[in-house]
């Protein structure tokens, strides 16, 4: 797995997936979007399935984190936030939020479910 990420701001407020997938793959935000063939909301399913077709182990299990102590080395969030669900990127002790920026801690959210990914 890359030693760095490079951060993806999300081109609208529909594509934090999107952003999330580019991070990780490197690719284009766009041609993210355009091989999901979906420019709005993604699903688990959607994310899981693109990163595997890219290299990635995703494992099969959520699970809850109640603290950034909780998290693996590399995990994709799903976080409940105030106005809705959405997809974040944790890398090496930094989150990468596609709505919030590079950030410390989790943004803003009740509550907070990750998937370990290993290349």
């Given amino acids: 797995m890359t030693e760095e990420i ?15 997938l580019a991070m990780l793959s490197k690719i284009d935000v766009e041609l993210v979007a355009k091989e999901l063939n979906n420019n709005r909301e993604t699903n688990l399913k959607e994310m899981k399935s693109f990163l595997k077709a890219h290299g990635f182990r995703v494992c ?4 809850l984190a109640y603290d950034k102590s909780d998290l693996p080395e590399v995990c994709m969030l799903s976080l409940e936030t105030p106005r809705c669900w959405h997809w974040s990127l944790y890398f090496k002790g930094t989150f990468y939020d ?13 509550r907070k479910y990750y998937w370990e990914i290993k290349k």
């Fill in 6 to 20: 490079e951060y993806v701001h999300e081109p609208d407020d529909l594509q934090c997936g999107q952003a999330v």
């Fill in 60 to 63: 099969d299990e959520r699970r």
């Fill in 98 to 110: 596609p709505e919030h920026g590079i950030l410390d801690n989790f943004p803003v959210c009740e």
